[in-house]
């Protein structure tokens, strides 16, 4: 992954954020395959993640109440990609704080799992750290 292509993902993430906003925090998920972003996927507040079809999700944060995971950006974009051998691909997340800024975007415990799980995971997995660097995850 260039540091081009990441930045790209950060501005779209950024101009989406106004019209794709559905909570507290906005993520982006992209799929990219040799230099070119080939899907995008938003997360959605509004959308329940589905247990019997993408697996359990755990509360991995510890909530006391009753929590209702939503749709995260990771499995929005496997889902619109529509494919699960991503293989030749590589994976960007980006989230956007309320200050307009790329902030720290590592895919959860319960992403993690989903995207290590498929037919052919990614080549490569990066996200935003706080500062809106790109940074490898090195759990992949």
Request: overall charge positive; charged content about 25%.
């Amino acid at each position: 992954m260039n540091q081009r292509i990441f930045n790209r993902c950060v501005e779209i993430a950024k101009a989406l954020k106004h019209n794709k906003v559905t909570g507290k925090s906005f993520h982006g998920s992209f799929i990219v395959r040799k230099s070119r972003i080939i899907c995008i996927a938003t997360n959605n507040y509004n959308k329940a993640h589905n247990d019997k079809k993408f697996g359990r999700y755990d509360n991995w944060k510890g909530y006391e109440t009753e929590y209702k995971p939503c749709v995260h950006s990771e499995l929005a974009v496997i889902v619109k990609y529509g494919e699960t051998d991503l293989s030749d691909c590589e994976f960007v997340n980006v989230r956007v704080d309320n200050n307009g800024n790329a902030n720290m975007s590592k895919a959860c415990p319960n992403c993690f799992r989903l995207i290590a799980s498929l037919g052919g995971p990614p080549k490569k997995l990066f996200y935003s750290d706080g500062e809106g660097n790109m940074i490898q995850d090195e759990r992949l």
